[in-house]
Each structure stands twice: as structure tokens, then as C-alpha cells.
């Protein structure tokens, strides 16, 4: 029997807010932005379908239509390098695994097509909201990066690094071996205002699964999907924090190299922003100067180290430099 | 006589030698003598003063640094990130 929900959720980022919408027509069970869907029976195909447009007060209108067809399903991976530009039809085209996906610039208009054995929740997260967060938002001087923040006296450090490069471990590891409060683990948000703003964005977080339990057992967060290492749920009150964020660590961990040897070198801001620009999707958008231009602002601001390592990263290392920063 | 392509496909930070494809993301990590020499195209400096400007900083033979001004050049046409001004 099909249902169909629809939720509001309002985030607050720096002086604009991003009101997203969803409206759903799917199967099965479903709980607004919980994209918990059991297909395996059914194997539907499913077209999601996002829209942003302009409110009057300057917020951004998102939501996602979720369709269900009768078609075959196959897992699909997301990749942004997939992306490429259709210049006769002035189209972004998605291809990666079995999903096809086209994004139209101009009307800021998104529609993919996914063909999928199961649904990861993080997965349609990150194309139905975080996608188009990331494309968008620099026009309101705000932008969003892939990455983990602690925080060790109110001053924020990020971790940035590519898939499996261990952010969600090593911030897990800072948080319980040493005074660090983890604030996040996948996504934030730097507002530019007179400081740096940060905004941990935290729904569709994955976060290592056993530390987890104290948060799923409070009603403010709803688990969304499980894997068997991580749990990725939904914040249902995103808040700003008052995290000052001051560092970066880019994580390059090499996966041949002596184990316990963690290397933390400087880099220059010039560098630091290849670096970033590696580690980031750098999918294109009518604001992609501006995101650029974001990026240059927040390498200029911050300070940051390249953390080289193998095996485990050292973590006393790690957090006696923290310490150095923090205390000036 | 040379400029950049146009800002709606290309974005050149010259300060961090880095070029952006704007219709697809993708990013070009530019060395200090490629900067150098994309610098001095743009700017719409002769191959010799851009040679000069690298032997003067760099101990590389001259005929090296004419062919990489030459293969350099011919890159950055190829892939459209500088066209030539009319």
C-alpha cells in the first residue's frame, strides 16, 4: 500500500534558513527523511526528484518527490567525477553504476534516476539534501564540506580526508582517549560572517556504531540505516554550535606504509586549498566561483597540518598538537 | 595574443595557481613555472620575456624552457582554458 508523508524541517544556517520539504509516495515503510525502504520483494524503481527554488525571505525551497516504478533493481554507487555536462541539452548528467542523473543549472532543477538492490539512507541523503545544499549555498555565503569537527576548548578542529581515510575513527578515538567533544562526523558547515561560523550538519551522519547507543535512546534523533560498522540517523533539532573553528587536518592514510608512524606536517594556505579541492566533490553549479571563492576565504583563515599515516593513526600525536593550537 | 576562456567556463587563481573547469568541476593544479607561463600568455607577454623570466629564476637551459613555454601553451589551448583574443 502506498503512503504519503510529508515533513518539514527548518535549518537554521547563519542568517538564512533552508526549509526542506519532502513529499513521498513510496511502498513501504517510511518516516519523512528516513529513507528506510524495504524494497527487495517489490524492486520498484524509484525516481527522486528534487526542486530548490527562492522563497521572497531569500531561504532556499527544497523537496524531494520520490516515485516508485516496477523496474529491476541493481546497487548503485554515487560519484561525483561521474557528473559531466550535456552542452546541446545545458544539462549535469550523473552516470555512475546503474544510476543516471540529470541536473538542469538554470531552473535548479534535479531528477535521478536510481536503480538499487537496497536503499542507504546516507546515500539519498546526500543527493536529495546535501547535493543541493553544497551547489547552492554559496550565494548566501555559506558553504558545506565533507568532513569531521571535535571541538577541545571551544576552538574547532576539522578533518577532512577521502572516503576511508578515518575521520569518523579518528574524531571516535579523540572523543573518548582525550577531553575532545566530537561534534560531527560526515558533513559541516562554515558561515562567513565578520568569524567563521561552524554548523555541524548532522543528519545522515555515520557514526561508529557501539558509541551510538546513548543517542538513539533519546527522541531527538531517529536512526535512519545500519551497516554493520556504522549508524547513520537524523538530528531532528540541527543547531548551530559556538565552536570557533581555527584548524584543519587533512588526513592522507596510506594503506602500505609503517604501521604507528604518523607524520603532521604544515601546510601553507596556497596548498591547503589543492588539497582540499582533492578531497571534496567538486561538482559544478552556476556558483562553483563562489564556492571557490568560499574555499580561498576559509583557507585564509584557518591554519592546518597534513596528517600522514598507516595502520592506526596516533592519536596522543594528534592531540598534543590540538593542545598546542588550542592554547595558542 | 592570448586570454583566458570564457569566465563562465574557467576560473584561474594565479595566486594559487589553480584552474577550475567550470562545466565540470575538475581542477588543474598548476606548477610555479606553468603559472608562470600562463601568467605571461594572459598577460600577453613574448615567449622570450616569459623565457627569460624563468631562466632568471630557474637554472634550466634556455631550450628547455622554450619547449615547455611551446607544449604548454599548446595544452592550454587544447583544452580551451586560453583562446585566442580577437
Redesign the interface.
Known sequence: MNTIQRETIRYDIANFSINLKASASIHSQMQPFCYRINMKSEKPRLDIEIITDCEKDGSILLWAKIQEKKETFNRFELK?YN???DKEFDCYYFVGGNLLGKYDRFNEKAVWYINEEKFYARNIFHICILDILCLSSPKYESAFYHGAVVSLNSTGFMFIGNSGSGKSTITQKLSIQTPCKKICDDVFSIAFKDTLQLYPINSGNGYIKNSMNDFLNTSEYVKLYETSSKIYFLDNSPKPTNVQPKHVFLLDRKVNGDLDNTIIQEIKP?EL??LI?SRQ????SKF??ER?RLL?KFCSTISANLVVYSGDCNINSLYKRMCQISEG | MYKLASEQEF?Y?R????I????????F?LNEVANIILSGLIENKSIIEIQNEITAEYDIPEDTVLNDIKSFESQMIKKGVIVVQS
Open positions: 561525483a557528473l559531466f555536462f596556497d586549498i589543492k579541492l566533490a567538486n561538482v559544478p562553483t566561483k571557490y580561498k | 576560473e587563481d595566486e594559487s595557481a589553480v577550475i573547469d567550470l562545466n565540470n568541476g575538475e581542477f593544479e
